[in-house]
């Protein structure tokens, strides 16, 4: 598992620092850097949904991947030990980004 620290803030999986989802997606099946990237499992929180739905906090959650052409990409599994999801006030997902992509 990879160890993920995520500063969109205002993703509804949010536990400052970390992810409480337990897995999430990397899309950017064909990005050649990081603003290709996004993570397709955010959500946005907002007035009618404030809270996460899973309730747990871990800094270490399970990464699948999209964007092939990223050097810790194996068979769709992130290998990094350590990411990051960047995204200040997303909107939807389009507005994230997976800070560690590095293309191969």
């Known amino acids: ?46 007035k009618d949904c404030c809270s996460n739905a899973v ?5 270490n959650i399970d990464v699948d991947c999209e964007a092939v052409k990223c050097i810790y990409n194996e068979s769709c599994k992130c290998s990094a030990n350590r990411i990051g999801i960047v ?7 389009a507005d994230t980004q997976c800070a560690s992509f590095c293309c191969q």
Do not use: W
Request: charge should be negative; include cysteine.
């Open 1 to 46: 598992m990879t160890k993920l620290e995520c500063s969109v803030k205002n993703c509804v999986y949010n536990e400052e620092p970390y992810c409480c989802k337990g897995d999430i997606m990397v899309e950017g099946r064909d990005a050649k850097n990081t603003s290709e990237t996004a993570c397709a499992s955010f959500q946005e929180r907002t």
């Open 55 to 59: 309730g747990h906090k871990s800094e």
């Open 87 to 93: 995204g200040g006030n997303a909107k939807d997902s």
